[in-house]
Every structure is written in C-alpha cells, then in structure tokens.
C-alpha cells in the first residue's frame, strides 16, 4: 500500500465467506528492557479495555457485537502481533477496527483499573495449587531467575506499571508499515484490497523497520533433579531433555528434521503408553511433547510428562529414562 504496509491474499473454499488474518512486524519483547517487561505483558489490554476514540470498551463491545468479527493481539519475544476473522460483509468494519488499534487508543483510568485488578486477582491465586509450585519449580531450574519465564505472580504484578504499559504498546504497535498483513480463506478479493487502501493503507507511518534480536536462554547443562512436594494423594512428574544441535546446511535439512523429531515424539509416546499405562498400570497416559529451535542457533527440547501415584514416581521416571 502507499504507506508501506504489505497485503499478502490467498484466497480458498474451505470455510465459506470466512476470511482469517494474520498480521506480523518483527521487533516483539525482546526490544523491551528487563525492568520494562513486565509492563509489556499488560500492554496489550490496557489498550483494548481503555476504548477507542469516542467509544468507551463497554461501547465499542455493543458496537461489534452485532458484527462477525474477533481480533486480538500478542506480542511475542521476536514479534508483535494480530489475529482475527471476518466475513466478507463485516470486512469494513473488521479493517476499521484494526485502524482504530494503531490510530485510536484512549489510554485512560477506566480500562487500566480494570485490567490491573484482573492481573491482581490472579497473582493472588497463583502459588495455593500444587500445579502452580511445581511449574515454578520446573521454570527456576531450566530458566533460573529470568523474569521473561517468571510466572504471573505478586512480585511480577507489582513491577507492572501504567505509563510505561501504554509506552511500550505505541512502540510495538506505533508504525504500521513494518506490518505484514496475511489474508486467506473465502475472499471479495476488491473488497478486501479497497478497504485495506482506504483504512491501511492510508495510516500516517515513520517507515521504520526493525530486525529480531535473540535473547537466548540455552538449555542447562548436567542433570538437575527436584521435588516438589504440595498438596495430597497425586503425583506428576516431567522430564526434560535438550541441547545444542549443529547447524543445517539449508531449510530442507531444517525440515527433515523437526519431521524425524515428530516422528520420534510419536513412537515414543507410543511406546511409553504400552510400557507405563498398559505393562505397569502406572498411569493414565504419558504426554510427549518436542520441537527444534533454529534461530538462532539450533536446539532441540523434549519434555515427557505424567501423573501417577506419588509413592511410584522415582520407579516410573527411571523406567521412562530406560526406554529413552
């Protein structure tokens, strides 16, 4: 478009009159400094809950409520976000939505209290169910003390603060044109490119782009075992494996891969079920779960997962090691 925001269209019958999105701009939390990061977790509904121009959140909810459309936001830590669906007949309003998230924002008391006492109450539940200190347990030894994998609790809550929330949500969601938007299912293919130029593309922007910058948290090293003991009558275990893999020669060998990894996820899994849950009736089911990292350098994760009785839990994990 004449502002620099790119439009990437495919179009499908698979859903009919149904058009998902999904638009990206490098950049995400890892921009933001250590001691701003925990404003950025909030940022995004401070916005959404603070209303859009003249209209109140309560307003602009009853005004869309009529309408087939849902948009949300996300920042992750290499990029900044939104995702949503239309119709075909509700495009204009969906695009006029989106204009409003980067032009229209009111930032005020209302919607920042109601989303702070959201986060409050939260925090103040967080850490009374045994699941909740074991995943804490679990973060503070892969990640140590890193507040980007901290859970969401007091101490995180109170390092949150408004006009650094409202700060780092015009950062990241200032200048469209480092946005690309991707739009694919049943499509008015003019329709949906008038809009975009009438409400996108027609978006005052700085024609900033920004790269990603990687804050790697390598896997630890060694083997480090806890236990967390936190309620009653139930245990769980997890088991974490990972580390550095060397570099691909190119994205083919990047894709075989994260397949052979799935693949070798699946026969495990299948393969513990048969040993754990059938052979030794330990457990319900085993969870197996992997994935390859490759930027920006390659590691490899898998983490096993199961609930059992707490007095077979060490019997079971070596079993589950055993197999691996």
Not at 35 to 41: I, M
Not at 167 to 179: G, H, P, Q, T, V
Request: glycine share 8%.
């Amino acid at each position: 478009l004449e502002n620099g925001v790119k439009i990437v269209v495919k179009k499908t019958d698979i859903e009919k009159d149904t058009i998902r999105m999904k638009a990206v701009s490098f950049g995400g939390s890892n921009l933001i400094s250590d001691k701003d990061y925990p404003s950025s977790l909030i940022s995004i509904d401070y916005a959404i809950h603070s209303g859009f121009k003249n209209l109140s959140y309560n307003q602009f909810i009853k005004m869309i409520s009529s309408k087939q459309i849902s948009i949300s936001g996300n920042m992750s830590d290499t990029y900044e976000s939104l995702s949503g669906a239309s119709t075909n007949g509700d495009f204009s309003t969906f695009v006029q939505v989106i204009n409003l998230l980067f032009t229209g924002v009111n930032f005020n008391d209302e919607g920042w209290n109601v989303v702070y006492d959201n986060y409050t109450t939260t925090a103040k539940g967080h850490g009374k169910q045994p699941m909740d200190v074991f995943i804490d347990k679990l973060i503070e030894d892969m990640y140590g003390d890193d507040i980007r994998y901290k859970s969401m609790d007091e101490e995180v809550v109170k390092k949150i603060n408004k006009k650094t929330a409202e700060k780092l949500y015009k950062e990241r969601y200032n200048d469209i044109s480092d946005f690309t938007f991707y739009f694919v299912g049943d499509i008015d293919e003019k329709n949906l490119l008038d809009n975009c130029r009438t409400y996108l593309g027609t978006i005052p922007t700085e024609g900033k782009k920004e790269k990603i910058e990687y804050l790697t948290k390598k896997f630890p090293k060694g083997i480090k075992e806890d236990v967390v003991y936190k309620g009653q009558d139930q245990g769980y275990v997890t088991l974490c494996f990972g580390g550095e893999m060397g570099p691909a020669k190119d994205e083919r060998e990047i894709y075989k891969d994260r397949q052979i990894m799935n693949l070798l996820s699946e026969l495990l899994t299948i393969r513990l079920r048969e040993v754990i849950r059938e052979d030794k009736s330990g457990s319900y089911g085993v969870s197996v779960y992997s994935s390859i990292l490759s930027s920006p350098n390659r590691e490899y994760y898998v983490f096993i997962e199961f609930g059992c009785e707490p007095e077979r839990a060490e019997e079971l994990k070596k079993e589950v090691i055993k197999q691996v």
